[in-house]
């Protein structure tokens, strides 16, 4: 499945540092505001050391990762949602994403504009959710003048929707994102066809200086206390660490580097792990000679519909999965070791598919 995230903020926080830095797709990153004019798009691998251990034992011709899409988002400036600055534009590019990666910044360096002039992350924050909110009333308005010419034939389920919607109004006026907000019957559908911006799940990234990168720093702790009350996944990241980290050549170098600044990983893996448990992804593998692969689905997926994201085919005929938990597979080294450990699981259409299975599905066309 094709997962997209968009890295927005306001101008000058640090997106399009952050995105070379995933993607290394040499993103202008320059030191004025909507240096990004046309959305950047890049592909990223997923690192998953599961993957790698298969691959190591099963010595296939190839190893596949799954990936993950990145756009990078012309930078908001208050009036967005009027068309001020480039408004409408990076509205638009942020209807398109299935999550959102809204970077702050957190940290002060007078060789960097900001373009309100001080450093005030929540503040920062408020201005992006202000624009998202007015565009996404504009989108309310839309559906209730529709309700109303509909409701003339008396219709309860659509006098109910009406008034649901405007309750819904209220609270986004109010400042409530839409994702903060239970909704349920008839509403609940209508939200996902409105397609709400604020509604989209969202991951604070803190872009601090190196030396706030384990403990944060005022502007964090702020910023933190400011979201908690939100469904929101908050981390904090070094851009200048991970700018420095692209730059070394080998693996060695990089590791000793992330010691040297106190990090187990480069924060770009936690981003992506982040980003995976923001829309509740998995990951599961098929594993043969000519490849070793990860696939992407929904947790929850049945294993039809697992089966279909390799190709329409496997999921129209399928027949059964056949199936191996990752820690059996590591465990005897080999498909034909779990076989005859009898630990190889035969599934049909209502299994659901678990994080790290192993897959091999069995379908007739």
Known sequence: MGLKCGIVGLPNVGKSTLFNCLTSAGALAANYPFATKDPNVGVITVPDKRLDKLAELVKPQKTLPTTVDIVDIAGLIKGASKGEGLGNQFLANIREVDAIIHVVR?????????????IDPVR??????????????????????????QSKAGDKEILKLIDDLEALKTRMEDGNPARNIETEGLLADVMG??????????????NVDEESVLDGNEFTKK????????????MKISAAIEAD???LESEEERSEFLQ???LEVPGVHLVIEKSYKLLDLITYFTAGEKEVRAWTVRRGTLAPQAAGVIHSDFEKGFIRAEVIAYKDFVEY?????????????????????????????????
């Open 106 to 118: 957190c940290f002060e360096d007078e060789n960097v504009v900001h373009v309100d002039g001080s």
């Open 124 to 149: 920062d924050k408020e201005i992006i959710d202000t624009e998202l909110i007015l565009k996404d009333l504009e989108t309310i308005d839309k559906r209730l003048e529709r309700a109303r010419k």
């Open 193 to 206: 066809e409105m397609m709400l911006l604020t509604d989209k799940p969202v991951m604070y990234v803190c």
């Open 223 to 234: 910023f933190e206390q400011a979201v908690a009350d939100e469904n929101a996944e908050v």
């Open 245 to 247: 980290l692209t730059e």
């Open 260 to 262: 040297e600044m106190g």
């Open 333 to 365: 080294k080999s498909e034909a070791a779990v076989k005859e450990a009898g630990k190889q699981r035969v599934e049909g259409k209502d299994y659901v598919v678990k994080d790290g299975d192993v897959m091999h599905f069995r379908f007739n066309v």
